[in-house]
C-alpha cells in the first residue's frame, strides 16, 4: 500500500493537483468576528478578499484541531498503514502541534504516521508535498520518504511581495521583518520565509520592480523542478509572470494558485508569492 501524503490548507494546493495525487488537506479556519469558515472549503478565496477589503473588521485565524488529523489519519489508515503529513511552518502556526498530538487520538494504532514541520508555507509548502506525493505514488516507502521530504524542503524557495505590513503585523507573524514597519511607505517589501519564519530580503518602489524582482529570482535557478506562482487578489502581473516565464522554459510545470484565506489575514491585498524547487541532485 502508497504512502498517503497529508498537508494542510496552506500548502494552496489547486483541487487538481490534490485529486491527481490523493493528497489529504486539513484546512485551517478564518474568523470574522464570530464567524467562522474553514479556509478554501467553506469560504472561497474571492469572497475572503471581497469581505478583507470591504469589512471593517480585520479577520483572525486558528489551527486545526488534534481531532481534525486524527479523524483524516484513521480514514486514511483504511487505505494504507504508512502516512506522512508535512505542515507550515511550527513558528507561523499550531499546526504541526496540532498534527503531532492527532496521532495519539487515531483509534488506528496499527497505521504508522510521521509529522514533518516544513518550516515554510504557502508554494514552499505546497511544490513539495506535491513531490513528495509523486514519490508515494511510485512506491517509496514511509522512511524513505521522510528523507526525501527533509531533503526537498532544503530545495524549496520562496520570496512573498505584499504591498503593506499592516496585517502582517497585527497578526503577529511578521518575524524578523518587524525592522521595515518604519520603512518609507512608498517602499514594497519582499519577504522569504528563513528558519521557519518572516525574515526581509529587499524594499523597492513599485509593483511592477517587485514582479521584475520575481521573475529574475526564478530565472536566476539553473535546475528547477518546479515552480509556483501565486496571488491573492489581482491575476494581472502573475498572469504576465508565469507567461514570461514559460515562455522561456516550457518544459518546467507552473503551478498558479490564489494564496489560501488564511494566509491572506496576513499578506492582505495584492500580495505575490513564487516558490522555486530545485531539480534533485542538482
Known amino acids: 500500500m502508497a504512502v498517503r501524503i497529508v498537508t494542510d490548507s496552506l500548502s494552496d494546493l489547486t483541487k ?38 470591504a469589512g471593517p473588521t480585520l ?29 507550515l511552518s511550527s513558528k507561523l502556526s499550531g499546526t504541526y502541534q496540532s498534527a503531532k498530538a492527532g496521532i495519539d487520538l487515531m483509534k488506528n494504532k496499527k497505521c504508522r504516521v510521521e509529522v514533518i514541520d516544513s518550516r515554510t508555507v504557502a508554494g514552499g509548502l505546497g511544490l513539495v508535498a506535491l513531490s513528495a506525493a509523486a514519490q508515494a505514488k511510485k512506491g517509496m516507502n514511509l522512511d524513505k520518504l521522510v528523507e526525501f521530504t527533509h531533503k526537498a524542503l532544503k530545495r524549496s524557495h520562496i520570496i512573498i511581495y505584499f504591498d503593506t505590513l499592516k496585517y502582517l503585523a497585527k497578526g503577529g507573524r511578521i518575524g524578523k521583518a518587524a525592522g521595515l514597519l518604519g520603512s518609507v511607505l512608498s517602499f514594497k517589501p519582499i519577504l522569504t520565509v528563513k528558519d521557519g519564519e518572516m525574515s526581509p530580503v529587499t524594499r523597492l518602489r513599485s509593483r511592477a520592480a517587485g514582479l521584475e524582482y520575481m521573475h529574475n529570482f526564478i530565472t536566476g535557478f539553473k535546475n528547477i523542478e518546479s515552480v509556483s506562482i501565486e496571488h491573492s487578489t489581482d491575476t494581472e502581473g502573475t498572469d504576465t509572470l508565469a507567461k514570461r516565464f514559460s515562455e522561456t522554459h516550457p518544459k518546467i510545470p507552473v503551478m498558479r494558485s490564489a494564496v489560501s484565506p488564511v494566509l491572506g489575514v496576513y499578506g492582505g491585498p495584492n500580495a505575490i508569492a513564487v516558490t522555486v524547487l530545485e531539480a534533485e541532485g542538482k
Open 16 to 53: 487538481e493537483h490534490i485529486a491527481d495525487l490523493a493528497i489529504t488537506v486539513i484546512p485551517l479556519t478564518v474568523l470574522f468576528g464570530h464567524e467562522t469558515f474553514l479556509d478554501r472549503v467553506t469560504i472561497t478565496t474571492e469572497e475572503f478578499y471581497r469581505r478583507l477589503i
Open 59 to 87: 479577520p483572525t485565524s486558528t489551527q486545526p484541531a488534534p481531532v481534525d488529523f486524527a479523524n483524516a489519519y484513521d480514514k486514511l489508515a483504511a487505505e494504507t498503514n504508512e502516512i506522512l503529513a508535512i505542515t
